[in-house]
Structure formats: C-alpha cells, structure tokens
C-alpha cells in the first residue's frame, strides 16, 4: 500500500501524520506493507499512491478563510481527480477545512460556537461502520482522539443536513464517555454534533479530530490507527 | 546632533564617547543605529556585570552564554536541546493580542536560526488582579495572540504560568520560551566570517512598523504610550513557518555560514552582531533591501523591526543553492550585501556611503556602555522583613474575617477558618486551573506532548530521536522576590528544579527572564543584583548552569513598578520511560508521604497571606538550597528504584491546595490525612505554609518499608500524612471536601471571569 500525505504551505501536521502512517508498516493488525510519501503542493502528478491524506495545520496561514488558498493548489487538481475517480482520500482538521472548500465534501466551516480556539480531547462515536475509514470498526464503538480547531462548527442547510443524514454520510459524531450524544459532548456547535462526514460515494472522509495524535499509547490513545489500518485493509480486502 | 542624540534617549556621556570613537560627528543614521544598540534592550548596559557572575558551564553545553542566539545543551550522541526565553512585556501592554504574539515568534526565530526544530513553547504570564477589567483585556489579548501565533505556526504551547498580583496592573509581563531539538553536526552560528561571502536578506519585506521597539522597551510606560503603538510590530506566523522549514533544510544541507534573526533593532543589530562576532565587517545596500513602504530613509530601513525576517551569509558557491530553498518557499529574499575584512558596518544608499561604524563600539559588552549602577537597599526591604506575620495572623481579628468569608457564628474555630480559606484559595486566579488559557493552545501539535498542560508539575516532551524526555518549566513567585529578591531568585530556580523533579526529570540548565523596574534607581539595581546572586547560589547547588537569557528593565507604569520577577526556565531530562511521575493521585491504598520540612511560620510572601491580609510582608519562605538538592536527589533515586507512584511539588497554596490538586487530576481518588502531632496548634498554618523544598508523594504499601529505609540512608525528612482513598474525597483532620464541588469552584474562577 502507499499512501501520500499533502505538504501545503502552512501544513503543520504533516510530519506527525506521516509519522503515525509509517509506524503502521507490518504491524500485525495491518495486512501488508505500508509506504509512506510526501506530495507537494505545486506538482500536478501523485504518483501511484493508494490513499491521500491532507493533514492538519494552517494552509497559507489561512488568512482569508480556512482552506480557502490550498484548494487551488496544483496537487489539489490531481486529488480531485483521484477522488472522481473512486480513490481513498482523508482530510484531517484544515484536510476537512480544505475538502469542503474543493466541493468534494458538502457543507462548511464556522467558527467555533465559543469564538475560540478549542485544544481538548474528545470522544468520538463510530456512526457508520460500512466505510473504508471505518472498516472493521462497529457503529457505535468510541474513539478517544484530540481536536485543535478555530473553525470546526460545521454547517450545511436544513436539506443539506436531512441529506447528508439520509445518506448515512456522517462517519463520527462528538459523543460522551459512554457514547451519548448531546449538547454537552458537542466541543464546537457542530450542527447534529457532527465530527466527520463522507461524500455519498464514500470514498472521500473528512474529519475535525486528529487520529494521527492517537496513535501511540504514550500520546493517551491509539484510537487514531484503527482509522489509518481501516482504509488500507479496506484496500488490501 | 547632540540634541537628537538625547531625544533617542543617549546620555551626554554616551555621546562624547561617540564623538571620541568615530572621531568626528555622527549623522543622523549613524546616531539611530548607536542608540539603539547602546539601548538597555540591546547592550545590556547596566545588567551584563551582572549576569557574568552566573554560573555558564556544564559537561552537556554546546553554547556559552551571549555567544550565539539561544543555549544549547548536549542530550545524547549528536542530539541536543536548544531553549531560550525572552519577554515582550512593553508590546504587550499597549497592544496585547500583536505584542503576544510577536513574542512568540520572536523567541522561535532566535532557536530555529540555529538550525534547531522547535517542539515546544512555554509562557510565564503576570497580569494584574483579575477584578480588574483592564488587566481581563491585556489577559484576554495575551492568550489569544498567544494562540493565534503558536497555532498556526505549529508549535506546541505546552505550559508556563499565569499569576495575578496588583504590582502588575497595567504592566503585565509576557515572557516566552522556545525549545527546539537540534542536530548538533548542523548547527548553524551566528557569526559572519569569509570576506566575499554574501549577505542575504530572507523574510517579510521591511515597513515602518517597530522603528524604536528596542528603546521603547528600554523606557517607563506612561500614560502616553499608547500613542507609541506603532513601535509594536505585527505578527505573520506562515511566514513564520516558511522561514522555518527553509531554514531546516539550508541547516540539513549545511548551506549557510551563519545565520541570525533580525530581532530588535533589526538589520541593525543582525549585522553588528553577526560581524562583530566574526571579527570582520559587513557592507549592506540598503537600496536592495525589500520595502513594503514608500520612500523609506536608510534610518527607517536599518532600526524596522518588522518581523519574520533573518540574516544569513552564505558562500557564492552556496548561494544558488540557498536561493532555489528559499524558491521553494516562497520566501522573499535579497542579496543585499557583504563581508568584508575591515571591522566596520558600512551602509550605501543611492550610491554613496551613508553611515560608517566600527562594529566593534556596537556590540554589546565590547564597544557599547558597560555600567554599574549604584544600589541601595530600599527602605521598604527592612520595613517589610521587620514584620512577623504569625504575629500579625494571631492579632488579626478573626470574626471580622471571618464575615469576609460568610461564616456567621459567635465564636469561630480553626476547622471553619480552615474550611474557608481552602475554597478560597483554591479559587483565587493565581492558584485557579488555568484550563481556560491552555484549551485555546494547541499544545498536542509535533505527537510529542505526554502530559496534557495542568495534569503535571511541567510538561514532558519525547525526544524520539534519543529515546529520552524532556520535562519544561517556568516559575516565578513576585511576592517572595518583593519581600527578598535574593530569595527570590533562588527560589524560581528551585521551584523550576521541583517541577521537573517532581515529574521524573534531572534538572539540566535554565533561561532566565529578569523583569525589573528602572535601573537607574539605585533600588531596582539593588533588586536586581540581589536576583542575580540568588539564581546564582541555587544554580551552583543544583550544578545547572545560565545557558542564556533576556534582561527586561523599565516595567513600570504611572500606577506601579512590578514586583522584581525573576522567571526562570528550566530544562530537565529523563532517561527512561518508566520514570515519568504524574501528579494524580494512582491507588486507593497508597501512602500519602511529605518529603521536605514544614516550618509553619513560613507564610510571608504566600498565597494564604494575600488572601486574609491583602498584601505581602515578613521574610518570604527560607530558601534551603541544601535541602532542595537532597530532596530533588533522592526523590529522583526513588522514582528510579521505581518507588514512587505519583509526586506533586508544594508550592502555592502550602499541603492543602497540593493534596487538592492530586485528587482532582485523578478525578476519581481522594486522601485521608492526619495533621502530624507536633503542628496540632498551628494546623492551620501548618496546612496553608509555603516552606520551601516540600513534595507530596503516593508510595505503595508494599514499598513503604523500602522508601523509609532510603530516607534514612539518606537522611531525608520523609512524613507519612495519611493514604489515598477510593472516595471522592479529602479529609484533613477534622474538615472533609467533596473532589467534585471543589473541581467545580477551581475550574470556573478564570472561566466565569473570562466570559462575555
């Protein structure tokens, strides 16, 4: 398997997000090997890779609005095309912020409810398990993952929304300890407590949370490598 | 000239020794650029005699103190750690949110230039009283531009301090520390050297903003300092983060032959220190040097302190090499010059030279003024010692204070007192949970943050690259400097050192921000010298050496001068895994030990006696370097000997509010605790005293005989209080607290206050 994690100007997970993928290589639960490469922002080629994350961080600063510059970034070109075509693409926080703004992924950003940035750890509920990002997880397991957000409020309008749900599209929603799902367990004012959604052909997912910071017990979970080991035993399958 | 000369804030003295050095007159760029490098900020005029007393050495540093733009000390094989702090408090107080943040990207340039991969940063933070709505606004502005910079420029902020005190209002104290890993084998200098080599100009384009920030911060605050709003300059972390990863891969590559940050006073200071350290001189056109504002003077150009912006020198072999890097990220560059061998700062413009200065006259220690200043003891200092505060504590009357705290009885006992001064003090901002200002930090970004800020006595970072750790922290307790500066900075070194004791960690070096008034008061020179000889003493013992720092005078505003505030920042390293200790309570069941003496007169200077007199006075806690050093020491053995199974230092707010926060960052376990016998009388004070060198220990029973045996070996005092418990509880002597009701008051002081 090989996976392509995206350096955009401004990304500051990528390191971190590369590092959780290549500690995948050989690992028990992953069937197969695991290569991991950087793709950079100006090339209009991504190579032969199997799955493209876009990692967290601040795209061109994201001075104007999140996501806003790196969607006309050449290389994002290449991943929409990857995407029509059936590939495997993950954004993680600006990764989101970024696929929402390249109308691969429905709905927007806003800021969050608190008008500030929000660093916690949240629990995150398994919503459907019949996703290659989710593959192997059951719905309604919790994940226990970081987020680190200024604009993580997602919204879409009220058809949007009943479409969206419809379509058994959100993957993740921020829950409690012991999985419920309500206001309190809501970080950000995310409408329905929306923590990631997928595009109808469920190929493309974007989430706010950080799997690639849980994904080593000394970090406080792991949780974040079941995501990673779903897609590609989704693609090894 | 002579008149411009004092309105930049040069003394007669200063300008005829510019006349004697140059030999004739200056021009008007020349005097700009020698005052700025002869300011406080820049020469360390009045401190550097001072800070040469330091201790500077150990067998782990890489760097000598001044010499290059932060400390670096030695890990392991060719790892090393580079760390530095420096305040931003003028900036911050006329315009928090931009002042805040140009501090962090301030001290993140000055260890990234080195080569060095920052992966955290820390920020010790002095705010006046939270009622205040103005010190809520600087508060508020601090730890957004904080956030917004750290954010986006992916740095983890991984701890540090907030403090409230009055003596703060309306000069907070902002200062940040920068961290980073460096591979030593590409270490870049500071230095300029190769006459021939270029000069390139790398960053953001050069504008007005910042003219004069190194003198504005080396002046009082006045009520007309707003208007000096431009002097502060404005913060651009992607650019920030473009420099950086350019700047990692010309070190990686070894491009550069030196390389510094244009931080105050600019151009001006990145030139004549990187020359001056090299022993050569540099020659720069300032008509190359990119502007983002029209018709710009060569005085403008070379004092701007527009920020993410460095210097680098380079071969003209390297140079197309380094210019493709810095293609790549889309980096604004410029050759804008070269060295050359006569020792001198040349500047063109249009053509003809416009200024001509012997780098030697600007470099700090060297040319530029050395001063030392005279000191007198304030007259307060022995007023404020001469006072007893048990005895005034006994006077007090208690059923007046105990109106203050809503208790309505005849006769009030110890156990009511005590029920309230707890919850008071554990709601009181200074001791308060800080969750509020860390929550808007990322402080996971670079997956090497092990401890979530709050969940221990300093962060703890991993250093993949050497299987090692390393444990941060920043401390400074004003009150006890204001009482007794000497003990004062002894005590910030000590308490730093506890923090990372208390998670695991060898203490290994320190930074140290000295924030003080008006040096020219002979005063805040006594302070200050006082501080110096503290940190000092409590460095010697502990064998860490001053690997770097920053002196910020002057932090005085119409209404106050702070408290003197030494900040140290220190650095400690743990070896192995299994040794990293968290604060939390672990197993109902375990021993609950105090390791250290408590002294129970020892509340001058703390928390207990702001909250029931409203101020400080008496002698602070006594510093007992000795005892700090064999507690640390054999806390360390063992943890090491794997006895330990959750340390806490003591500190603010004395046993009681430490047994608190162990149970509360459990969550779960509470502690049973007996008042030992011979403090029965003075258990309140016993309960609320701030002695020094103290750590609350969880120890398993079966590991008691184990852990008393080695206190005895080492002739440690080791006190059994009581034992955790599998309750939402604490339970001293007689009083009893819920764990949930009181988490809810230590969260909510700084959120209710924060909010709307």
């Keep these: 398997m090989k996976t392509g994690v995206v350096i955009f100007p401004g990304s500051n997970c990528d390191r971190d997000t590369h590092r959780a993928l290549s500690s995948l290589n050989n690992m028990v639960d992953l069937r197969g090997s695991c290569s991991v490469k950087f793709l950079w922002h100006n090339d209009y080629e991504l190579d032969d890779v199997d799955l493209i994350v876009l990692p967290g961080g601040f795209s061109y600063g994201d001075y104007l609005r999140t996501g806003a510059f790196a969607r006309f970034s050449p290389i994002m070109k290449a991943v929409v095309g990857f995407a029509n075509k059936g590939g495997l693409v993950l954004g993680i926080c600006n990764g989101f912020q970024i696929l929402l703004e390249a109308n691969l992924l429905p709905g927007a950003m806003l800021p969050n409810s608190s008008l500030r940035f929000i660093c916690d750890w949240v629990d995150i509920r398994v919503e459907n398990s019949d996703t290659p990002f989710t593959y192997g997880m059951k719905k309604g397991d919790i994940l226990k993952m970081p987020i680190a957000h200024f604009e993580g409020n997602f919204f879409a309008d009220d058809n949007k929304i009943n479409e969206i749900e419809n379509d058994n599209s959100v993957v993740f929603r921020y829950c409690n300890a012991r999985g419920e799902v309500n206001l309190k367990s809501n970080p950000n004012g995310s409408i329905n407590n929306i923590a990631g959604i997928m595009n109808k052909r469920g190929n493309v997912l974007g989430m706010m949370p950080h799997p690639e910071r849980a994904s080593d017990d000394i970090l406080g979970s792991n949780d974040g490598k079941g995501i990673f080991i779903s897609a590609l035993n989704w693609l090894k399958r | ?756």
């Design chain 2, 1 to 756: 000239m002579r008149e411009i000369a004092r309105k930049l804030k040069l003394s007669d003295v200063e300008y005829s020794r510019i006349l004697e050095i140059l030999g004739r007159e200056p021009n008007y760029t020349e005097i700009g650029i020698i005052s700025v490098m002869w300011s406080e900020h820049c020469s360390y005029k009045s401190s550097l005699i001072h800070l040469k007393r330091f201790p500077k050495h150990s067998d782990r540093s890489l760097t000598e103190m001044g010499a290059e733009n932060a400390g670096v000390l030695r890990l392991k094989d060719k790892w090393a750690v580079a760390f530095k702090i420096e305040s931003h408090n003028h900036p911050s107080a006329v315009a928090p949110f931009q002042g805040a943040a140009t501090g962090v990207g301030g001290i993140l340039r000055d260890i990234f230039c080195m080569g060095a991969y920052p992966i955290a940063s820390l920020d010790s933070l002095h705010f006046g009283e939270l009622e205040d709505p103005i010190s809520r606004h600087l508060f508020d502005g601090v730890v957004r531009g904080i956030s917004f910079y750290g954010n986006c420029f992916g740095v983890p902020t991984v701890a540090g301090e907030v403090r409230f005190d009055y003596a703060y209002t309306g000069n907070p104290l902002v200062n940040v520390m920068a961290v980073g890993i460096i591979n030593t084998e590409d270490m870049i200098s500071a230095k300029a050297v190769g006459v021939g080599n270029s000069v390139v100009y790398i960053g953001s384009a050069t504008g007005r903003d910042g003219i004069h920030g190194a003198s504005f911060a080396s002046d009082e605050l006045t009520e007309e300092s707003a208007s000096d709003r431009p002097s502060v300059q404005i913060g651009d972390p992607f650019t920030e983060k473009l420099l950086l990863e350019a700047t990692q891969e010309i070190a990686e590559q070894h491009l550069a032959v030196g390389m510094q940050d244009m931080g105050a006073a600019g151009l001006t200071s990145s030139s004549a220190e990187m020359s001056a350290k090299g022993g050569v001189g540099i020659e720069l056109n300032l008509d190359l040097v990119p502007l983002r504002e029209d018709e710009m003077t060569p005085y403008e150009i070379m004092l701007s302190e527009s920020q993410e912006r460095m210097l680098l020198v380079s071969t003209n072999e390297n140079l197309p090499k380094i210019e493709a890097l810095l293609r790549k990220w889309d980096l604004h560059y410029a050759v804008i010059g070269k060295v050359i061998a006569e020792p001198i700062l040349r500047l063109w413009w249009k053509g003809e030279i416009d200024a001509e200065i012997p780098v030697d006259m600007l470099n700090a220690g060297e040319g530029a003024p050395m001063y030392d200043l005279p000191q007198e003891k304030p007259v307060l200092f022995d007023e404020l010692n001469s006072q007893n505060p048990v005895d005034e504590w006994d006077k007090l009357d208690k059923l007046e204070l105990s109106k203050k705290f809503d208790i309505s009885c005849d006769e009030i006992t110890d156990e009511e007192l005590i029920q309230s001064i707890f919850l008071a003090l554990l709601s009181s901002p200074t001791i308060a949970s800080k969750k509020w200002v860390y929550r808007q930090y990322d402080y996971q970004v670079g997956v090497r943050t092990i401890a979530i800020p709050g969940s221990a006595d300093s962060a703890i970072m991993r250093i993949m690259e050497t299987g090692q750790f390393l444990a941060l922290s920043t401390d400074c307790v004003g009150s006890y400097a204001y009482l007794d500066p000497f003990v004062g900075g002894a005590l910030a070194v000590m308490e730093s050192a506890r923090n990372v004791a208390a998670v695991g960690a060898k203490p290994i070096g320190i930074t140290d921000c000295l924030n003080f008034g008006n040096p020219k008061k002979p005063a805040v020179m006594w302070q200050f010298t006082r501080a110096c000889d503290g940190i000092s003493d409590a460095c010697k013992v502990l064998d860490v050496p001053v690997t770097g720092g920053n002196v910020s005078f002057y932090n005085e505003s119409p209404k106050t001068a702070v408290f003197p505030t030494p900040v140290i920042g220190m650095v400690g390293i743990i070896e192995d895994e299994k040794s990293i200790t968290p604060m939390s309570f672990q197993n109902a069941g375990d021993s609950i030990y105090l390791l250290g003496e408590t002294d129970s007169s020892e509340i001058g200077g703390s928390q207990f006696q702001k909250l029931v007199f409203g101020k400080y006075f008496g002698k602070p806690p006594k510093i007992r370097l000795d005892s700090h050093k064999r507690n640390i020491d054999f806390l360390l053995s063992a943890i090491d000997s794997g006895l330990v199974e959750n340390a806490h230092d003591i500190s603010d707010g004395g046993i009681g509010i430490t047994i608190a926060e162990c149970a509360m960052n459990s969550g779960e376990l509470g502690a049973k605790i007996d008042i030992p016998k011979e403090f029965e009388i003075a258990k309140l004070l016993w309960l609320f005293s701030e002695s020094q060198a103290r750590f609350l220990i969880g120890v398993r029973p079966k590991n008691n005989d184990s852990i008393e045996k080695l206190a005895l070996e080492m002739n440690i005092p080791l006190t059994k209080l009581g034992y955790v418990i599998d309750e939402k509880a604490i339970v001293i002597g007689e009083n009893k607290w819920n764990i949930d009701e009181i988490s809810n008051l230590y969260e909510s002081t700084i959120l209710n206050a924060m909010k709307g």
